[in-house]
Protein backbone atom coordinates (compact mmCIF):
# COMPACT_ATOMS: atom_id res chain seq x y z
CA UNK A 1 0.00 0.00 0.00
CA UNK A 2 1.03 3.31 -0.49
CA UNK A 3 2.19 5.14 2.85
CA UNK A 4 -0.62 8.08 2.77
CA UNK A 5 0.24 10.20 6.70
CA UNK A 6 3.07 9.12 8.90
CA UNK A 7 4.24 10.95 12.06
CA UNK A 8 7.91 12.51 11.31
CA UNK A 9 10.44 11.35 12.97
CA UNK A 10 12.89 11.34 11.12
CA UNK A 11 14.33 13.87 7.82
CA UNK A 12 13.82 10.40 5.64
CA UNK A 13 9.70 10.08 6.93
CA UNK A 14 9.22 13.67 6.25
CA UNK A 15 10.19 13.05 2.63
CA UNK A 16 8.28 9.79 2.39
CA UNK A 17 5.43 11.83 4.00
CA UNK A 18 5.34 14.46 1.21
CA UNK A 19 5.66 12.10 -1.45
CA UNK A 20 3.13 10.27 0.23
CA UNK A 21 0.54 12.94 -0.10
CA UNK A 22 1.62 13.88 -3.60
CA UNK A 23 0.30 10.72 -4.15
CA UNK A 24 -2.82 10.38 -2.45
CA UNK A 25 -4.75 10.84 -5.95
CA UNK A 26 -3.56 7.91 -7.03
CA UNK A 27 -3.97 5.93 -4.38
CA UNK A 28 -7.32 7.01 -4.54
CA UNK A 29 -7.56 5.80 -7.95
CA UNK A 30 -6.14 2.56 -7.41
CA UNK A 31 -8.59 2.00 -4.31
CA UNK A 32 -11.54 2.88 -6.53
CA UNK A 33 -9.91 0.66 -9.65
CA UNK A 34 -9.66 -2.34 -6.91
CA UNK A 35 -13.51 -1.70 -6.68
CA UNK A 36 -14.70 -1.81 -10.30
CA UNK A 37 -14.32 -4.78 -12.71
CA UNK A 38 -12.41 -4.00 -15.81
CA UNK A 39 -15.46 -3.03 -18.06
CA UNK A 40 -17.35 -0.24 -16.52
CA UNK A 41 -21.03 0.91 -17.91
CA UNK A 42 -22.06 4.21 -19.00
CA UNK A 43 -25.06 6.33 -17.68
CA UNK A 44 -26.90 6.36 -21.38
CA UNK A 45 -26.41 2.59 -21.57
CA UNK A 46 -27.64 1.95 -18.26
CA UNK A 47 -30.77 4.69 -19.00
CA UNK A 48 -31.64 2.07 -22.29
CA UNK A 49 -31.49 -0.66 -20.01
CA UNK A 50 -33.70 0.93 -17.36
CA UNK A 51 -36.43 1.29 -20.10
CA UNK A 52 -36.82 -2.07 -21.20
CA UNK A 53 -36.92 -3.17 -17.66
CA UNK A 54 -38.37 -0.52 -14.99
CA UNK A 55 -41.80 -1.44 -13.73
CA UNK A 56 -43.00 1.92 -13.44
CA UNK A 57 -41.58 3.00 -16.85
CA UNK A 58 -43.39 0.00 -18.29
CA UNK A 59 -46.68 1.17 -16.58
CA UNK A 60 -46.56 4.66 -17.78
CA UNK A 61 -46.06 3.47 -21.07
CA UNK A 62 -48.79 0.85 -20.85
CA UNK A 63 -51.57 3.39 -19.60
CA UNK A 64 -50.54 6.05 -22.33
CA UNK A 65 -51.59 3.37 -25.05
CA UNK A 66 -54.62 2.63 -23.37
CA UNK A 67 -55.34 6.54 -23.01
CA UNK A 68 -54.57 6.30 -27.06
CA UNK A 69 -57.18 3.64 -27.55
CA UNK A 70 -59.89 5.31 -25.11
CA UNK A 71 -59.60 8.57 -27.19
CA UNK A 72 -60.47 6.10 -30.36
CA UNK A 73 -63.47 5.13 -28.72
CA UNK A 74 -64.70 8.38 -27.94
CA UNK A 75 -64.92 9.24 -31.53
CA UNK A 76 -66.86 6.34 -32.44
CA UNK A 77 -69.92 8.48 -31.00
CA UNK A 78 -69.91 10.96 -33.85
CA UNK A 79 -69.68 7.79 -36.33
CA UNK A 80 -72.12 5.74 -38.01
CA UNK A 81 -73.45 2.82 -36.55
CA UNK A 82 -74.72 -0.40 -38.36
CA UNK A 83 -76.05 -3.32 -37.08
CA UNK A 84 -77.22 -6.62 -39.22
CA UNK A 85 -79.92 -8.61 -37.53
CA UNK A 86 -81.37 -12.49 -38.46
CA UNK A 87 -84.10 -14.70 -37.18
CA UNK A 88 -85.38 -17.86 -38.40
CA UNK A 89 -88.94 -19.43 -36.91
CA UNK A 90 -90.59 -22.77 -36.65
CA UNK A 91 -94.54 -22.85 -36.44
CA UNK A 92 -97.00 -25.08 -36.57
CA UNK A 93 -100.93 -23.40 -38.12
CA UNK A 94 -103.36 -25.95 -37.29
CA UNK A 95 -107.48 -24.97 -38.45
CA UNK A 96 -110.38 -26.49 -39.06
CA UNK A 97 -112.44 -24.58 -41.40
CA UNK A 98 -110.53 -24.89 -43.94
CA UNK A 99 -108.69 -28.23 -42.75
CA UNK A 100 -105.51 -26.95 -42.38
CA UNK A 101 -102.49 -28.60 -40.73
CA UNK A 102 -99.02 -27.38 -41.69
CA UNK A 103 -95.50 -26.49 -40.18
CA UNK A 104 -94.39 -22.82 -41.44
CA UNK A 105 -91.17 -21.76 -41.50
CA UNK A 106 -90.11 -17.61 -41.47
CA UNK A 107 -87.21 -16.03 -42.45
CA UNK A 108 -86.04 -12.47 -41.48
CA UNK A 109 -83.04 -10.38 -42.45
CA UNK A 110 -82.67 -6.59 -41.27
CA UNK A 111 -79.87 -4.38 -42.15
CA UNK A 112 -80.08 -0.79 -39.99
CA UNK A 113 -77.84 2.07 -39.72
CA UNK A 114 -77.93 5.40 -37.97
CA UNK A 115 -75.36 8.32 -38.16
CA UNK A 116 -75.83 11.54 -35.35
CA UNK A 117 -76.36 14.33 -37.14
CA UNK A 118 -76.85 16.37 -34.07
CA UNK A 119 -75.83 15.01 -30.53
CA UNK A 120 -73.85 17.58 -28.48
CA UNK A 121 -73.22 15.92 -25.75
CA UNK A 122 -71.44 13.35 -28.45
CA UNK A 123 -69.34 15.65 -29.94
CA UNK A 124 -68.21 17.10 -26.42
CA UNK A 125 -66.96 13.73 -25.88
CA UNK A 126 -64.78 13.29 -28.82
CA UNK A 127 -63.39 16.73 -27.77
CA UNK A 128 -63.10 15.49 -24.28
CA UNK A 129 -60.93 12.15 -26.45
CA UNK A 130 -58.91 14.37 -27.84
CA UNK A 131 -58.02 15.99 -24.80
CA UNK A 132 -57.33 12.39 -23.27
CA UNK A 133 -54.35 11.97 -25.67
CA UNK A 134 -52.81 15.17 -24.58
CA UNK A 135 -52.92 14.26 -20.80
CA UNK A 136 -51.67 11.20 -21.65
CA UNK A 137 -48.85 12.66 -23.34
CA UNK A 138 -47.96 15.02 -20.26
CA UNK A 139 -47.94 11.75 -18.02
CA UNK A 140 -45.55 9.30 -20.44
CA UNK A 141 -43.41 13.12 -20.46
CA UNK A 142 -43.20 12.96 -16.87
CA UNK A 143 -42.74 9.47 -16.41
CA UNK A 144 -39.88 9.66 -18.60
CA UNK A 145 -38.27 12.58 -16.69
CA UNK A 146 -38.63 10.87 -13.52
CA UNK A 147 -36.61 7.64 -15.13
CA UNK A 148 -34.32 9.55 -16.54
CA UNK A 149 -33.41 11.36 -12.65
CA UNK A 150 -34.15 7.88 -11.18
CA UNK A 151 -31.54 6.57 -13.32
CA UNK A 152 -28.97 9.12 -12.69
CA UNK A 153 -29.37 9.58 -8.69
CA UNK A 154 -29.05 5.43 -8.69
CA UNK A 155 -25.89 5.71 -10.86
CA UNK A 156 -24.36 8.23 -9.20
CA UNK A 157 -25.23 7.22 -5.64
CA UNK A 158 -23.05 4.26 -6.74
CA UNK A 159 -19.96 6.63 -7.63
CA UNK A 160 -19.97 8.07 -4.36
CA UNK A 161 -20.84 5.41 -2.59
CA UNK A 162 -17.19 4.18 -3.99
CA UNK A 163 -15.64 7.11 -3.15
CA UNK A 164 -16.85 7.31 0.10
CA UNK A 165 -15.34 3.77 0.94
CA UNK A 166 -11.76 4.60 -1.29
CA UNK A 167 -11.50 7.59 0.92
CA UNK A 168 -12.09 5.52 4.21
CA UNK A 169 -9.96 2.83 3.65
CA UNK A 170 -7.06 5.61 2.53
CA UNK A 171 -7.92 7.26 6.03
CA UNK A 172 -7.35 3.68 7.83
CA UNK A 173 -4.26 3.27 5.94
CA UNK A 174 -3.06 6.47 7.27
CA UNK A 175 -4.31 6.06 10.80
CA UNK A 176 -2.59 2.71 10.93
CA UNK A 177 0.61 4.06 10.17
CA UNK A 178 -0.10 7.02 12.71
CA UNK A 179 -0.78 4.14 14.94
CA UNK A 180 2.67 2.31 14.19
CA UNK A 181 4.65 5.41 14.57
CA UNK A 182 3.04 6.21 17.97
CA UNK A 183 3.88 2.78 18.80
CA UNK A 184 7.49 3.20 18.22
CA UNK A 185 7.98 6.33 19.57
CA UNK A 186 6.67 5.13 22.90
CA UNK A 187 9.10 2.46 22.62
CA UNK A 188 12.23 4.77 22.14
CA UNK A 189 10.62 7.19 24.98
CA UNK A 190 9.77 10.59 22.58
CA UNK A 191 6.14 9.97 23.24
CA UNK A 192 3.07 9.01 25.73
CA UNK A 193 1.24 5.79 25.74
CA UNK A 194 -1.88 8.61 25.36
CA UNK A 195 -0.66 8.93 21.63
CA UNK A 196 -1.32 5.16 21.01
CA UNK A 197 -4.12 4.95 22.46
CA UNK A 198 -5.46 8.11 20.52
CA UNK A 199 -4.67 6.63 17.59
CA UNK A 200 -5.66 2.97 18.00
CA UNK A 201 -9.15 4.97 19.20
CA UNK A 202 -9.46 6.99 15.65
CA UNK A 203 -8.39 3.42 13.58
CA UNK A 204 -11.15 1.59 15.72
CA UNK A 205 -13.63 4.18 14.68
CA UNK A 206 -12.31 3.90 10.83
CA UNK A 207 -12.58 0.46 10.71
CA UNK A 208 -16.47 0.81 11.48
CA UNK A 209 -17.02 3.59 8.76
CA UNK A 210 -15.37 1.12 6.22
CA UNK A 211 -17.64 -1.62 7.65
CA UNK A 212 -20.92 0.74 7.07
CA UNK A 213 -19.40 2.24 3.89
CA UNK A 214 -18.91 -0.98 2.06
CA UNK A 215 -22.63 -2.16 3.05
CA UNK A 216 -23.66 1.26 1.73
CA UNK A 217 -21.80 0.37 -1.34
CA UNK A 218 -23.06 -2.68 -1.58
CA UNK A 219 -26.99 -1.34 -1.40
CA UNK A 220 -26.91 1.22 -3.65
CA UNK A 221 -25.19 -1.22 -6.11
CA UNK A 222 -27.97 -3.33 -5.51
CA UNK A 223 -30.64 -0.49 -6.00
CA UNK A 224 -29.31 0.51 -9.62
CA UNK A 225 -28.92 -3.36 -10.27
CA UNK A 226 -33.01 -3.95 -9.71
CA UNK A 227 -33.20 0.26 -11.81
CA UNK A 228 -31.44 -1.51 -15.01
CA UNK A 229 -32.31 -5.33 -14.81
CA UNK A 230 -28.67 -6.64 -14.68
CA UNK A 231 -26.31 -7.76 -12.11
CA UNK A 232 -23.26 -6.39 -10.43
CA UNK A 233 -23.58 -3.10 -12.67
CA UNK A 234 -20.29 -1.32 -11.93
CA UNK A 235 -20.70 2.36 -13.46
CA UNK A 236 -17.90 4.69 -15.04
CA UNK A 237 -16.45 7.13 -12.87
CA UNK A 238 -16.15 10.58 -12.80
CA UNK A 239 -12.78 12.07 -15.10
CA UNK A 240 -11.16 14.39 -12.56
CA UNK A 241 -11.06 17.38 -12.57
CA UNK A 242 -14.76 17.47 -13.09
CA UNK A 243 -15.61 20.98 -14.82
CA UNK A 244 -18.91 21.08 -13.10
CA UNK A 245 -21.55 23.52 -15.29
CA UNK A 246 -23.47 26.36 -14.39
CA UNK A 247 -27.35 26.35 -15.21
CA UNK A 248 -28.02 28.00 -18.18
CA UNK A 249 -29.76 30.51 -18.74
CA UNK A 250 -28.65 31.71 -15.64
CA UNK A 251 -31.80 33.54 -14.47
CA UNK A 252 -34.23 32.14 -12.34
CA UNK A 253 -37.83 33.60 -13.85
CA UNK A 254 -36.85 32.19 -17.49
CA UNK A 255 -36.58 28.94 -15.98
CA UNK A 256 -40.34 29.36 -14.36
CA UNK A 257 -41.56 30.99 -17.51
CA UNK A 258 -40.22 27.55 -19.35
CA UNK A 259 -41.97 25.92 -16.41
CA UNK A 260 -45.02 27.27 -17.19
CA UNK A 261 -45.10 26.19 -21.14
CA UNK A 262 -43.50 23.17 -20.88
CA UNK A 263 -44.05 21.57 -17.56
CA UNK A 264 -45.84 17.70 -17.42
CA UNK A 265 -47.41 18.76 -14.63
CA UNK A 266 -48.86 22.39 -15.83
CA UNK A 267 -49.99 20.58 -18.99
CA UNK A 268 -52.00 17.82 -16.97
CA UNK A 269 -53.84 20.14 -15.12
CA UNK A 270 -54.64 22.45 -18.16
CA UNK A 271 -56.21 19.18 -19.58
CA UNK A 272 -58.02 18.83 -17.15
CA UNK A 273 -59.23 21.81 -16.58
CA UNK A 274 -60.53 21.49 -20.42
CA UNK A 275 -62.55 18.15 -20.00
CA UNK A 276 -64.10 19.81 -16.82
CA UNK A 277 -65.19 22.62 -19.69
CA UNK A 278 -66.21 19.76 -21.99
CA UNK A 279 -68.10 18.19 -19.67
CA UNK A 280 -70.04 20.96 -18.50
CA UNK A 281 -70.98 21.28 -22.37
CA UNK A 282 -72.15 17.64 -22.12
CA UNK A 283 -73.71 18.37 -18.80
CA UNK A 284 -75.67 21.48 -20.43
CA UNK A 285 -76.45 18.84 -23.64
CA UNK A 286 -79.12 17.36 -21.86
CA UNK A 287 -81.82 20.19 -22.27
CA UNK A 288 -80.80 19.86 -25.76
CA UNK A 289 -82.40 18.14 -28.68
CA UNK A 290 -80.87 15.19 -30.77
CA UNK A 291 -81.14 14.70 -34.53
CA UNK A 292 -80.31 11.37 -36.61
CA UNK A 293 -80.00 10.29 -40.12
CA UNK A 294 -81.51 7.06 -39.91
CA UNK A 295 -81.99 3.93 -42.61
CA UNK A 296 -82.79 0.43 -42.94
CA UNK A 297 -83.16 -2.29 -45.25
CA UNK A 298 -85.43 -5.74 -43.89
CA UNK A 299 -86.72 -8.88 -45.72
CA UNK A 300 -89.32 -11.63 -44.60
CA UNK A 301 -89.50 -15.41 -46.42
CA UNK A 302 -91.74 -18.02 -46.22
CA UNK A 303 -90.54 -20.62 -47.71
CA UNK A 304 -93.51 -22.76 -47.71
CA UNK A 305 -96.02 -20.56 -47.35
CA UNK A 306 -97.91 -18.51 -44.29
CA UNK A 307 -101.25 -19.30 -42.37
CA UNK A 308 -103.10 -16.97 -45.21
CA UNK A 309 -100.64 -18.32 -48.15
CA UNK A 310 -100.09 -21.68 -48.99
CA UNK A 311 -97.45 -21.15 -51.56
CA UNK A 312 -94.13 -19.64 -50.80
CA UNK A 313 -93.64 -16.15 -49.73
CA UNK A 314 -91.13 -13.06 -49.37
CA UNK A 315 -91.58 -9.20 -48.56
CA UNK A 316 -89.08 -6.53 -48.30
CA UNK A 317 -88.76 -3.05 -46.67
CA UNK A 318 -86.87 -0.13 -46.89
CA UNK A 319 -86.48 2.98 -45.09
CA UNK A 320 -84.92 6.23 -44.61
CA UNK A 321 -85.82 8.93 -42.09
CA UNK A 322 -85.15 11.38 -39.66
CA UNK A 323 -85.19 10.98 -36.02
CA UNK A 324 -85.58 13.82 -33.69
CA UNK A 325 -85.88 13.96 -30.04
CA UNK A 326 -86.30 16.50 -27.65
CA UNK A 327 -85.87 16.20 -23.61
CA UNK A 328 -88.48 18.04 -21.78
CA UNK A 329 -88.45 17.32 -18.01
CA UNK A 330 -85.97 14.84 -16.23
CA UNK A 331 -86.86 15.58 -12.65
CA UNK A 332 -83.98 18.00 -12.91
CA UNK A 333 -81.25 16.34 -13.13
CA UNK A 334 -79.43 17.63 -16.39
CA UNK A 335 -79.71 20.99 -14.22
CA UNK A 336 -78.36 19.52 -10.40
CA UNK A 337 -75.50 17.88 -13.36
CA UNK A 338 -74.64 21.24 -14.76
CA UNK A 339 -74.54 22.79 -11.06
CA UNK A 340 -71.91 19.61 -10.45
CA UNK A 341 -69.79 20.17 -13.59
CA UNK A 342 -69.91 23.94 -13.02
CA UNK A 343 -68.46 23.13 -9.25
CA UNK A 344 -66.10 20.61 -11.02
CA UNK A 345 -64.60 22.89 -13.41
CA UNK A 346 -64.07 25.14 -10.16
CA UNK A 347 -61.65 22.42 -8.47
CA UNK A 348 -59.85 21.83 -11.52
CA UNK A 349 -58.96 25.83 -11.96
CA UNK A 350 -58.01 25.81 -8.49
CA UNK A 351 -56.23 22.69 -8.93
CA UNK A 352 -54.23 24.53 -12.33
CA UNK A 353 -53.05 27.07 -10.09
CA UNK A 354 -51.81 25.15 -7.46
CA UNK A 355 -49.92 23.15 -9.67
CA UNK A 356 -48.50 26.26 -11.28
CA UNK A 357 -47.33 27.22 -7.88
CA UNK A 358 -45.67 24.03 -7.14
CA UNK A 359 -43.99 24.22 -10.04
CA UNK A 360 -42.80 27.60 -10.01
CA UNK A 361 -41.76 26.58 -6.27
CA UNK A 362 -40.07 23.33 -7.38
CA UNK A 363 -37.85 25.19 -9.56
CA UNK A 364 -36.95 28.04 -7.63
CA UNK A 365 -35.98 25.83 -5.30
CA UNK A 366 -33.82 23.26 -7.70
CA UNK A 367 -32.25 26.18 -9.52
CA UNK A 368 -30.89 28.32 -6.11
CA UNK A 369 -29.84 24.57 -4.90
CA UNK A 370 -27.86 23.96 -7.75
CA UNK A 371 -25.97 27.60 -7.55
CA UNK A 372 -25.60 27.02 -3.92
CA UNK A 373 -24.33 23.54 -4.96
CA UNK A 374 -21.89 24.54 -7.37
CA UNK A 375 -20.87 27.77 -4.71
CA UNK A 376 -20.30 24.67 -1.67
CA UNK A 377 -18.34 22.72 -4.42
CA UNK A 378 -15.90 25.90 -5.01
CA UNK A 379 -15.55 26.72 -1.23
CA UNK A 380 -14.89 22.09 -0.78
CA UNK A 381 -12.23 22.49 -3.15
CA UNK A 382 -10.74 25.17 -1.96
CA UNK A 383 -11.18 23.70 1.64
CA UNK A 384 -9.41 20.31 -0.01
CA UNK A 385 -6.03 22.20 -0.32
CA UNK A 386 -6.33 24.20 2.90
CA UNK A 387 -7.27 20.87 5.13
CA UNK A 388 -3.52 19.39 3.02
CA UNK A 389 -1.86 22.38 3.90
CA UNK A 390 -3.09 21.92 7.76
CA UNK A 391 -2.41 18.31 7.66
CA UNK A 392 1.22 19.17 6.37
CA UNK A 393 1.76 21.90 8.93
CA UNK A 394 0.53 19.40 12.35
CA UNK A 395 2.71 16.77 11.06
CA UNK A 396 5.62 19.33 11.06
CA UNK A 397 4.51 20.32 14.43
CA UNK A 398 4.33 16.75 15.88
CA UNK A 399 8.08 16.49 14.59
CA UNK A 400 9.34 19.57 16.78
CA UNK A 401 7.32 18.82 19.31
CA UNK A 402 4.76 21.65 19.43
CA UNK A 403 1.76 19.67 18.29
CA UNK A 404 0.77 16.33 19.57
CA UNK A 405 -0.92 12.86 17.91
CA UNK A 406 -4.35 14.27 18.16
CA UNK A 407 -3.93 16.61 16.21
CA UNK A 408 -2.51 14.88 13.54
CA UNK A 409 -5.15 12.40 13.87
CA UNK A 410 -7.97 15.47 13.56
CA UNK A 411 -6.46 16.49 10.33
CA UNK A 412 -6.32 13.39 8.79
CA UNK A 413 -9.76 13.22 9.69
CA UNK A 414 -10.64 16.55 8.44
CA UNK A 415 -8.97 16.19 5.05
CA UNK A 416 -10.84 12.80 4.10
CA UNK A 417 -13.95 14.37 5.37
CA UNK A 418 -13.87 17.14 2.97
CA UNK A 419 -12.93 14.41 0.09
CA UNK A 420 -15.40 13.04 0.95
CA UNK A 421 -17.87 16.31 0.66
CA UNK A 422 -16.41 17.42 -2.18
CA UNK A 423 -16.91 14.25 -4.15
CA UNK A 424 -20.97 14.30 -3.09
CA UNK A 425 -21.19 17.76 -3.80
CA UNK A 426 -19.88 17.24 -7.13
CA UNK A 427 -22.56 14.42 -7.61
CA UNK A 428 -25.11 16.47 -6.13
CA UNK A 429 -24.77 19.15 -8.84
CA UNK A 430 -24.82 16.82 -11.75
CA UNK A 431 -28.07 15.38 -10.62
CA UNK A 432 -29.28 19.12 -9.44
CA UNK A 433 -29.16 19.60 -13.39
CA UNK A 434 -31.66 17.09 -14.04
CA UNK A 435 -33.54 17.89 -11.42
CA UNK A 436 -33.84 21.43 -12.88
CA UNK A 437 -35.08 20.35 -16.25
CA UNK A 438 -37.14 17.90 -14.63
CA UNK A 439 -39.02 20.86 -12.52
CA UNK A 440 -38.72 22.74 -16.06
CA UNK A 441 -40.61 20.04 -18.34
CA UNK A 442 -37.63 20.20 -20.48
CA UNK A 443 -35.46 17.31 -19.28
CA UNK A 444 -34.08 15.41 -22.38
CA UNK A 445 -32.29 12.17 -22.63
CA UNK A 446 -30.16 14.18 -24.65
CA UNK A 447 -28.97 16.06 -21.47
CA UNK A 448 -27.42 12.30 -20.27
CA UNK A 449 -25.44 12.48 -23.18
CA UNK A 450 -23.76 16.13 -21.77
CA UNK A 451 -23.73 14.29 -18.64
CA UNK A 452 -21.92 11.06 -19.94
CA UNK A 453 -19.24 12.54 -21.49
CA UNK A 454 -17.99 13.97 -18.12
CA UNK A 455 -17.38 10.69 -17.22
CA UNK A 456 -14.36 8.46 -17.61
CA UNK A 457 -14.09 6.79 -20.73
Not at 308 to 314: A, E
Request: net charge neutral.
Amino acid sequence: SIPLCRAIDTKTDEGRIMTSLRLLPLALALAVAGIAPARAQSLLELYESARGYDAAWQSAKAQYDANLFRAEQARAAVLPSANLGAGLTRSNFESTVPQVDRGITTQSATVSASQPLYRPANFATWEQGKRQVDLAQAQLSAASHDLIVRVSQAYFDVLAAQDTLAFVQAQKTAVAEQLESAKRNFEVGTSTITDSREAQARYDLVTAQEIAAENDLRVKRLALDSLVGKPDVKPNPLALPATVPAPEPADVNAWVQQGEENSPVIRQAKTAVEIAQLETEKAKAGHLPTLDLTASYGTNRNPGGSASVPTSTRSTSTSVGLSFNLPLFAGFATQNRIRETLSLEERAQADLEANRRAVAQAIRSAFFGLVSGQGQVKALEAAEASSLSALDANRLGYQVGVRINIDVLNSQSQLFQTKRDLAAARYNVLVGHLRLRQAAGTLMPEDLARLNALLAK
